[in-house]
């Protein structure tokens, strides 16, 4: 028998186990002994060398006999790749979360390690065996709203907290405990949009709310929710179980985008008065509410004129749902004018659409979340702590619609000083709306 052997055990493709014998030659497990020894061949046994090399191994892996009778040359780089892939399936095996393994970070660790001995193979040859391997670890794919399971693993946070606190067949909602904190706390402004590019396949919308701590000039998000519909009522679930231990003042975006889209897209793009009738819809929010009806039926009265059925049925929605279906202080900011939703919500909804260059699946999504939710808290506590600036206030376009605002409240106030009468005050802040055009 050879001296100086080196051993290494490795795994088959299969997954069984195989012997590495001086960096060359690679043994599959054959069968074992009445002592209970084991008996492995060359790999090379069923192929055309037919060779007849074995090694024998005791319980603790030490040689008891090795015929070295290789009729082909040693292959470094097929063993290099087998103990490459070994040690990928292995480093993945150890993780408790396969969403968080970095595939190329996993290759560099591995091959960094494997250079001082064997060559290393490049990442394209073991890339499919990575992903594979991942997959194996990943739970099983949610289809359909009805599988989404009530416990999961995944519903703790990146500190072992409960995630997920509500569940029924149309909406689940993800809020941390440090994110319901805040929505109690900073329940002054709370800004809401949803997003549908990363909503899981078997979901309309992904439904987040955000608020804004003004001592850290900074936005934080309190809620993710996934919605089987948008129905009126799974707006309303979401809203009550958010608001349970708290009174907010729920700012929501006075417009429903896929609606709008779809009931006014050819009037809009064909009509520019039509599209400013169409914009200012969204812009009531900023106007003195107490001339909001008046502005509205005007607009509703040159909808009528201009014969914009697909405008008037968005006008109909816009009616029902936010002049009648919701108390108007709920989206009213007009004298307090600190943000503007868009860039509030919007911004984050852009940033997470990034991740995901197609719809992720259910457990892919929740895991994000939470990073996100983990990365909002670490946000949070460096900046209450002073460890981490906060940002310093730049002009924005938020200060310019309180400029153009203030100006029309004192032309208002001038205007009832000489007792104008109300339809002039009203074509006041129609004009104000049309100014806000402008701007957003």
């Known amino acids: 028998m050879e001296e100086n052997i080196t051993i290494y055990i490795s795994e088959s493709n299969k997954g069984e186990e195989q012997i590495i014998i001086n960096k060359q030659y690679k043994f599959n497990f054959s069968h074992s002994r009445k002592d209970n020894s084991r008996v492995y061949k060359c790999t090379e046994y069923k192929k055309n060398n037919k060779c007849k090399s074995f090694i024998i191994l005791n319980n603790e892996k030490e040689i008891l006999k090795y015929e070295s009778l290789h009729n082909h040359p040693g292959n470094e780089y097929s063993v290099s790749l087998s103990v490459m892939k070994h040690k990928i399936k292995d480093e993945i095996k150890k993780h408790s979360n396969p969403f968080d393994i970095k595939r190329k970070r996993l290759y560099n660790e591995i091959s960094k390690e494997m250079g001082f001995i064997y060559p290393c193979p490049e990442y394209i040859s073991v890339k499919t065996l990575i992903l594979r391997s991942i997959n194996k670890k990943l739970p099983s794919n949610v289809t359909t709203f009805n599988e989404i399971p009530n416990e999961s693993e995944y519903y703790k946070t990146e500190r072992n907290e409960d995630f997920m606190i509500f569940k029924n067949s149309d909406l689940v909602i993800f809020q941390s405990p440090f994110q319901a904190k805040l929505?109690?706390?900073?329940?002054?402004?709370?800004?809401?949009?949803?997003?549908?590019?990363i909503a899981p396949k078997f979901s309309q919308q992904v439904f987040i709310t955000r608020t804004y701590v003004k001592e850290l000039n900074s936005f934080y998000t309190t809620s993710y929710a996934i919605l089987r519909n948008k129905k009126q009522k799974t707006y309303k679930m979401l809203f009550n179980k958010l608001k349970q231990n708290s009174n907010n003042n729920i700012i929501t975006e006075p417009k429903n985008k896929l609606i709008k889209n779809e009931l006014c897209r050819n009037e809009v793009n064909d009509d520019e008065k039509i599209f400013n009738y169409y914009k200012g819809i969204s812009n009531?929010?900023?106007?003195?509410?107490?001339?909001?009806?008046?502005?509205?039926?005007?607009?509703?009265?040159?909808?009528?004129?201009?014969?914009?059925?697909?405008?008037?049925?968005?006008?109909?929605?816009?009616?029902?749902?936010?002049?009648?279906?919701?108390?108007m202080k709920s989206w009213n900011y007009y004298n307090n004018i600190e943000h503007i939703t868009n860039n509030a919500s919007e911004s984050l909804n852009n940033s997470l659409n990034k991740l995901f260059p197609m719809k992720p699946n259910f457990y892919e999504l929740i895991n994000k979340l939470k990073e996100h939710e983990h990365l909002s808290y670490y946000d949070y506590q460096m900046k209450i702590k002073g460890i981490w600036r906060m940002k310093k206030k730049i002009k924005t376009k938020t200060d310019e619609i309180n400029i153009l605002i203030e100006k029309y409240k004192n032309k208002e106030a001038k205007l009832i000083n000489i007792k104008y009468d109300r339809s002039d005050?009203?074509?006041?802040?129609?004009?104000?709306?049309?100014?806000?055009?402008?701007?957003?």
């Open 284 to 327: 009531l929010p900023f106007i003195n509410p107490e001339y909001i009806m008046d502005i509205f039926s005007l607009i509703k009265t040159k909808s009528i004129e201009k014969n914009s059925c697909q405008l008037l049925k968005f006008l109909e929605y816009f009616y029902e749902t936010y002049l009648i279906g919701y108390d």
């Open 425 to 440: 005050l009203s074509k006041l802040w129609f004009e104000c709306l049309t100014n806000l055009n402008n701007i957003l």
């Open 183 to 197: 929505f109690k706390k900073y329940n002054n402004d709370i800004f809401v949009d949803g997003t549908f590019y």
